[in-house]
C-alpha cells in the first residue's frame, strides 16, 4: 500500500494551444516533457498525439512514431497509449498507433458518453488556430462512442491477441459496471487498473463523495482484484488526487487533465505537477513507484515485449 503508481498525461486532446505556451505540441516537446516527468517521478506515461503544424489531436502513426522510440530508449517508464484519441476520431484511427506499437499499456473508456467542452470556448482569448473555437464550441453536440461492440473489439485486439494491459478509465458508475460485465465474460483477466475519472462535463462531477461511492462499488463488484487511481479535471486535479492517496489508491497528473500549477498560473511543464503530487504523497508516507514497481503491480508484460523493444 505504501507505493503509489504516479501517472503524467503529457498532453491529451481536450487543450488547446492557444490555452498555454506549455502544452507539448511536437515531437521534440514530447520527449523533453516525457523524459522530465519519468525523471520526476513518473512510472507511468499517458499518451497522445498532436499535429505538429497546429497542435491538432493527431491519430497519426508517423506522429506517435515521431516521439515513442526516443521516449523509449530515454526513459524506463511504461508507455501508456491511448485507444481514446479524441471524440472526433473513428474507432480505426483511434486504435492505429496501439495497433501498431503493441504496448505495455493501453488506456480504455468503459463506455459511449457526452463529452462537452464548450464550456471552455467562452472566455476571451486570441486564438492561435483557426480550428480550435470550433472544434470546443461544436462538443456541445459531441458524443465520444464506445460502445460494448468497440469495447469487446479493443480487449481482443490490445488485450487477448496483443498482451496489453488497460488503464480502465470510468467517468461513471455505469463504467464499474460494464468493467465486471467483461470481466464475469473472461475477456478481462488477471489484476484490474482502474483510472476514477472526475470533472469531465458529461461524466462524474469531482465530488468526495463520489469518490467514496464508486470506490465502494469497485469492491463490491471486484472485491480486492484491483488498484485504483484518480484523475480530476482543472482545479480538482491535486484535492482529488490527494483524496486518492490517502485512501490507498494511485494518481494521475499531467497538463492532459489540468493547465495550472496553482491558482490562475500555468504550470510550465508536466514536470512540475509531478514534483508536486510527488512531494504531497510523500508527506502522507507513501513512495512513489518506479516503472518496474508499476509492471511488477499490475502485470504488465514488459517494454521488450512490445515492437518497441524488437527494433
Not at 495497433?99 to 467562452?122: D, K, Q, R, W
Amino acid at each position: 500500500m505504501s507505493k503509489i503508481i504516479i501517472t503524467c498525461a503529457l498532453t491529451g486532446s481536450i487543450h488547446t494551444p492557444s490555452m498555454s505556451p506549455y502544452l507539448p505540441i511536437t515531437a521534440n516537446d514530447i520527449i523533453s516533457q516525457g523524459i522530465d516527468a519519468a525523471n520526476a517521478g513518473a512510472a507511468v506515461l499517458h499518451l497522445h498525439a498532436r499535429d505538429p503544424e497546429n497542435g491538432r489531436p493527431s491519430a497519426s502513426v508517423d506522429h506517435y512514431m515521431g516521439f515513442l522510440p526516443e521516449l523509449f530508449d530515454q526513459t524506463d517508464a511504461v508507455l501508456n497509449l491511448t485507444t481514446g484519441g479524441s471524440a472526433v476520431m473513428t474507432l480505426q484511427d483511434r486504435l492505429a498507433a496501439a495497433l501498431h506499437v503493441a504496448p505495455e499499456m493501453c488506456s480504455l473508456n468503459m463506455g459511449t458518453m457526452n463529452f462537452a467542452l464548450y464550456p471552455m470556448a467562452i472566455k476571451d482569448r486570441e486564438w492561435l488556430f483557426e480550428w480550435e473555437k470550433p472544434f470546443l464550441e461544436n462538443s456541445d453536440d459531441l458524443v465520444f462512442k464506445n460502445t460494448p461492440r468497440d469495447i469487446e473489439y479493443i480487449l481482443t485486439e490490445m488485450g487477448q491477441n496483443r498482451g496489453a494491459r488497460f488503464e480502465f478509465e470510468c467517468y461513471d458508475l455505469s463504467h464499474v459496471y460494464m468493467l465486471h460485465h467483461f470481466k464475469s465474460r473472461g475477456l478481462i483477466q488477471g489484476k484490474v487498473f482502474l483510472q476514477f475519472v472526475f470533472g469531465v462535463l458529461g461524466g462524474m462531477g469531482p465530488d468526495p463523495e463520489n469518490l467514496i461511492h464508486i470506490k465502494r462499488l469497485a469492491d463490491k463488484l471486484l472485491g480486492d482484484d484491483y488498484e485504483f487511481s484518480v484523475l480530476a479535471a482543472g482545479r480538482h486535479q491535486i484535492p482529488m488526487a490527494a483524496m486518492a492517496a490517502s485512501m490507498g489508491g494511485h494518481v494521475r497528473v499531467g497538463l492532459e487533465d489540468n493547465l495550472f500549477i496553482d491558482r490562475g498560473v500555468l504550470a510550465k511543464s508536466n514536470a512540475e505537477q509531478v514534483e508536486k503530487i510527488v512531494r504531497i504523497v510523500q508527506d502522507m508516507g507513501r513512495t512513489p513507484a518506479t516503472p518496474q514497481d508499476a509492471r511488477d503491480m499490475l502485470g504488465l508484460k514488459g517494454a521488450a515485449a512490445t515492437k518497441l523493444g524488437a527494433t
